[in-house]
């Protein structure tokens, strides 16, 4: 514990001399900030560890408010058991999570059991949570799928369907987004002035609430509708929604405050069902925000529940054939096999004795785990190698063919698939073109098509317990969390498509999604071995350029996993902004648009100005086409600058679909001088911009290399938030 400031003190050694209840609470945070153990100032004040540790626990996390709070030592009078039901399943577990929760509310574990047996969270209660609502919700699956605020009313709109086998999400929203849906609600709460009965504003507020009711009704047609009644200032709110489809009306759990039952809610989608990620209550939270008479929030979820069963989020598209097998994976025991492993791949053939100099294990611990890979297939000998001294040296290799994965890239205009093996290597690509305007329907089965075709003309080289899954790289941004593709440019049909999920319907194994650069770079890393070794930032020239940053050892993905956008970056670097500050989006970020667009305006002739066309000329000296091709380069160089100095790295690598070997010497001698000649520290380190090791098909490989890395990669952390 930090010194304690002299003001802190001060009030402490006041309430050490008062005769109240927080004189022993003072005396507990003295003695801790004096170095002792809890034993011993339980010793010395007469009292529990138990008590010892709850107001030092409570002191570390609120300061003096913590030790005001409560000034019982025992049970509050009243439990919120919506604030119990939030933090016990935003802190998920056993008996741990109870024992935590219970400690940070100062409340019993028993009481805290019995609010999760009365809500029925725990696993051998029910396959669905019962929600004590006033009536109570059926027990059943509950999804967040809407809520209406105005100047009279508000209210959460509840989903409900007969439960059945729920996913769970491994990112919960997070305290920190309920938090804020707390403050814009008391906020919203706090705004607007009553009005009285009958007045043009409870009148207009019945005319909105219905017509919210109808278009709830019209976008979840598949789903019950259950209407919780926050606060109202009004009359009866409609006893029935539109269509002839009744919506059941309730108060908020008797032993819960509206506003702990909201979190309650919110908490509780967001655990059972992937789908409902941050982004879902992050958007409410902006539409909260944005709330003022006279207009109310009318916030509806997308249709993405839907697709369980078959709701509009699937109409038109076919149903996934049942498989007759499941999928075997590698099964990886430990953390120092995926060290052996990278080692192998980084080398590419290496003796025990070298894993053992590049890893720090141990040679018996090296020869114990290059065994159990040898016998599993995963690695294999190579010829004997003879020292001047000893006995031979036996090196040994990945076995490309004792893994592989599927990859597809999903571009404006096409989609490809590559089935890869473990060394990289593609085994076989098929593409296909895509209108952008195609229905969401028709295209998730066109890319499953895609790929179900694809894996067919690699069946002879893949086998089946070897195949880990199907990464898809996609344009961003994408909410990895719930494998929803968000607003990919030239795409808008595609909006808020929950592509993983639909996916994993169509194929019996994982499927990963991730960004286009951030996928290219990860298949940069896997097939570039020792050449990619350290740090770098993938640059990756497609519909828009991206980046992709592999930093410390592992993919960077960012806190919502959509790092490296790189057009804004480009923009502050070029000083490029909008009569609002924002930064633009360039024409020059986007080069299959700019490179034509500026060699017709340099004189080109229009009717053949397409970006293969330009390139061509360009590499056979057109002087128009030369100069396009430059001002593209020079404007990413600038952004590419800006990267270098923000993360101090000396390896750039360009690639991607746009990136063509007629081209590509001006994309590089342009970029190098930027990132060479102008950096604030180019006295300490050179910075090498290389090409890509990887094909045109960059991403769909990067694609597939994001299952190899997610299985084999040394990392002592999970895939999320990297």
Same mark, same amino acid.
């Given at each position: 514990? %930090?010194?304690?400031?002299?003001?802190?003190?001060?009030?402490?050694?006041?309430?050490?001399?008062?005769?109240?209840?927080?004189?022993?609470?003072?005396r507990?945070?003295?003695?801790?900030?004096?170095?002792?153990?809890?034993?011993?100032?339980?010793?010395r004040?007469g009292?529990?560890?138990?008590?010892?540790?709850?107001?030092r626990?409570?002191?570390?996390?609120?300061?003096?408010?913590?030790?005001?709070?409560r000034?019982?030592?025992?049970?509050p009078?009243?439990?919120?058991?919506?604030?119990?039901?939030?933090?016990?399943?935003?802190?998920?577990?056993?008996?741990?999570?109870t024992?935590?929760?219970?400690?940070?509310?100062?409340?019993?574990?028993?009481?805290?059991?019995?609010?999760r047996?009365?809500?029925?969270?725990?696993?051998?209660?029910?396959?669905?949570?019962?929600?004590?609502t006033r009536?109570?919700?059926?027990?059943?699956?509950?999804?967040?799928?809407?809520?209406?605020v105005?100047?009279?009313?508000?209210?959460?709109?509840?989903? =409900?369907?007969?439960?059945?086998?729920?996913?769970?999400?491994?990112?919960?929203?997070?305290q920190?987004?309920?938090?804020?849906?707390?403050?814009?609600?008391?906020?919203?709460?706090?705004?607007?002035?009553?009005?009285?009965a009958?007045?043009?504003?409870?009148d207009?507020?019945?005319?909105?609430?219905?017509d919210?009711?109808?278009?709830?009704?019209? *976008?979840?047609?598949d789903?019950?509708?259950h209407?919780?009644?926050?606060w109202?200032?009004g009359?009866?709110?409609?006893?029935?929604?539109?269509?002839?489809?009744a919506?059941t009306?309730?108060?908020?759990?008797?032993?819960?405050?509206?506003?702990?039952?909201?979190?309650?809610?919110?908490a509780?989608?967001?655990?059972?069902?992937?789908?409902?990620?941050?982004?879902?209550?992050?958007?409410?939270?902006a539409a909260?925000?944005?709330?003022?008479?006279p207009?109310?929030?009318?916030?509806?979820?997308?249709?993405?529940?839907?697709?369980?069963?078959?709701?509009?989020?699937?109409?038109g598209?076919?149903?996934?054939?049942?498989?007759?097998?499941?999928v075997n994976q590698?099964?990886?025991? *430990?953390?120092?096999?995926c060290?052996?492993?990278?080692a192998?791949?980084l080398?590419?053939?290496?003796t025990?004795?070298?894993?053992?100099?590049r890893?720090?294990?141990?040679?018996?611990?090296?020869?114990?785990?290059?065994?159990?890979?040898?016998?599993?297939?995963?690695?294999?000998?190579?010829?004997?190698?003879? /020292?001047?001294? $000893?006995?031979?040296?036996?090196p040994?290799?990945?076995?490309?063919?004792?893994?592989?994965?599927?990859?597809?890239?999903?571009d404006?205009?096409?989609?490809?698939?590559?089935?890869?093996?473990l060394?990289?290597?593609?085994?076989?690509?098929?593409?296909?073109?895509?209108a952008?305007?195609?229905a969401?329907?028709?295209?998730?089965?066109?890319?499953?098509?895609?790929?179900?075709?694809?894996?067919?003309?690699?069946?002879?080289?893949?086998?089946?317990?070897?195949?880990?899954g199907?990464?898809?790289?996609? %344009? /961003?941004?994408?909410?990895?969390?719930?494998?929803?593709?968000?607003?990919?440019?030239?795409? *808008?049909?595609?909006?808020?498509?929950?592509?993983?999920?639909?996916l994993?319907?169509?194929?019996?194994?994982?499927?990963i999604?991730?960004?286009?650069?951030?996928?290219?770079?990860?298949?940069e890393?896997?097939?570039?071995?020792?050449?990619?070794?350290?740090?770098?930032a993938?640059?990756?020239?497609?519909?828009?350029v991206? =980046?992709g940053?592999?930093?410390?050892?592992d993919?960077?993905?960012?806190?919502?996993?959509?790092?490296g956008?790189?057009?804004?970056l480009?923009a502050?670097?070029?000083?490029?902004?909008?009569?609002?500050g924002?930064?633009?989006?360039?024409?020059?970020?986007?080069?299959?648009?700019?490179v034509?667009?500026?060699?017709?305006?340099? /004189?080109?002739?229009?009717?053949?100005?397409?970006y293969? =066309?330009?390139?061509?000329a360009?590499?056979a000296?057109? %002087?128009?086409?030369t100069?396009?091709?430059?001002?593209?380069?020079?404007?990413?160089?600038?952004?590419?600058?800006?990267?270098?100095?923000?993360?101090?790295?000396?390896?750039?690598?360009l $690639?991607?679909p746009?990136?063509?070997?007629?081209?590509? $010497?001006?994309?590089?001698?342009?970029?190098?001088?930027?990132?060479?000649?102008f950096?604030?520290?180019?006295?300490?380190?050179?910075?090498?911009?290389?090409?890509?090791?990887? *094909?045109?098909?960059?991403?769909a490989?990067?694609?597939?290399? =994001?299952?190899?890395?997610?299985?084999?990669?040394?990392?002592?952390?999970?895939?999320?938030?990297?």
């Amino acid at each position: 514990m %930090p010194d304690l400031e002299p003001e802190t003190r001060a009030v402490l050694r006041r309430w050490e001399s008062s005769s109240g209840p927080l004189a022993i609470r003072a005396r507990v945070v003295l003695l801790v900030a004096g170095g002792l153990r809890d034993a011993e100032i339980s010793r010395r004040l007469g009292v529990s560890r138990q008590t010892v540790g709850t107001w030092r626990h409570r002191w570390q996390i609120a300061g003096l408010d913590g030790l005001e709070q409560r000034p019982r030592t025992g049970r509050p009078v009243t439990v919120d058991e919506g604030e119990v039901v939030s933090r016990a399943l935003l802190a998920p577990g056993s008996s741990g999570a109870t024992r935590a929760v219970a400690r940070e509310l100062g409340l019993s574990h028993a009481t805290v059991a019995a609010v999760r047996r009365r809500w029925r969270l725990n696993p051998d209660d029910s396959p669905a949570p019962q929600v004590p609502t006033r009536p109570p919700l059926p027990c059943a699956e509950v999804w967040v799928m809407g809520l209406y605020v105005d100047s009279v009313r508000a209210l959460l709109l509840i989903g =409900t369907r007969p439960p059945a086998t729920a996913a769970v999400a491994d990112t919960p929203i997070g305290q920190d987004v309920l938090d804020g849906l707390d403050r814009a609600l008391v906020t919203a709460h706090d705004t607007p002035a009553p009005p009285a009965a009958g007045s043009p504003d409870t009148d207009a507020s019945v005319r909105a609430l219905t017509d919210y009711l109808a278009a709830a009704a019209e *976008s979840h047609p598949d789903i019950g509708l259950h209407a919780v009644m926050l606060w109202d200032r009004g009359e009866e709110p409609p006893a029935a929604g539109p269509h002839g489809r009744a919506v059941t009306w309730h108060q908020p759990p008797a032993r819960s405050t509206w506003r702990s039952f909201v979190g309650a809610m919110a908490a509780l989608d967001s655990t059972r069902h992937p789908e409902s990620s941050r982004r879902v209550y992050l958007d409410l939270v902006a539409a909260l925000e944005r709330y003022g008479r006279p207009v109310p929030v009318t916030w509806l979820r997308e249709t993405v529940a839907g697709r369980l069963r078959g709701g509009p989020a699937t109409q038109g598209l076919a149903q996934p054939a049942q498989s007759a097998s499941g999928v075997n994976q590698i099964d990886l025991g *430990s953390f120092n096999e995926c060290v052996v492993i990278e080692a192998v791949r980084l080398a590419g053939t290496i003796t025990r004795g070298e894993i053992a100099h590049r890893t720090g294990l141990t040679q018996q611990s090296v020869s114990r785990i290059a065994r159990s890979l040898l016998d599993r297939g995963i690695l294999i000998e190579d010829a004997q190698r003879r /020292g001047t001294s $000893g006995k031979p040296r036996t090196p040994v290799r990945l076995r490309g063919s004792a893994a592989h994965a599927l990859g597809m890239h999903i571009d404006p205009e096409v989609i490809t698939a590559v089935v890869i093996d473990l060394d990289g290597a593609i085994v076989c690509t098929r593409s296909r073109p895509v209108a952008p305007d195609t229905a969401p329907g028709e295209f998730v089965e066109q890319v499953a098509e895609l790929g179900r075709r694809t894996l067919e003309q690699a069946q002879g080289a893949v086998r089946g317990d070897g195949f880990l899954g199907v990464g898809v790289a996609v %344009p /961003g941004p994408v909410d990895i969390a719930s494998g929803t593709v968000l607003a990919p440019p030239l795409m *808008s049909a595609w909006q808020d498509l929950p592509l993983q999920y639909l996916l994993q319907e169509r194929f019996p194994c994982p499927v990963i999604i991730e960004k286009d650069s951030t996928a290219a770079a990860a298949g940069e890393r896997w097939t570039g071995r020792d050449r990619r070794a350290r740090d770098f930032a993938y640059i990756y020239l497609g519909t828009g350029v991206g =980046t992709g940053l592999y930093l410390n050892g592992d993919l960077y993905r960012g806190v919502s996993a959509n790092a490296g956008e790189f057009g804004q970056l480009c923009a502050i670097t070029l000083g490029r902004v909008d009569a609002q500050g924002c930064p633009e989006i360039l024409p020059e970020c986007n080069p299959p648009f700019s490179v034509p667009d500026l060699a017709v305006r340099g /004189g080109l002739d229009r009717e053949n100005a397409t970006y293969r =066309t330009v390139a061509a000329a360009a590499a056979a000296g057109d %002087p128009a086409a030369t100069a396009a091709v430059r001002a593209v380069a020079r404007a990413v160089g600038q952004g590419a600058l800006g990267l270098v100095d923000l993360l101090d790295i000396d390896l750039l690598v360009l $690639g991607g679909p746009f990136f063509t070997d007629d081209v590509a $010497g001006f994309y590089l001698e342009e970029i190098s001088r930027m990132v060479n000649d102008f950096p604030t520290a180019r006295r300490l380190r050179r910075v090498d911009v290389e090409p890509s090791v990887l *094909s045109a098909e960059a991403a769909a490989v990067g694609a597939a290399s =994001t299952i190899f890395h997610a299985t084999f990669t040394p990392r002592l952390r999970g895939r999320e938030g990297q």
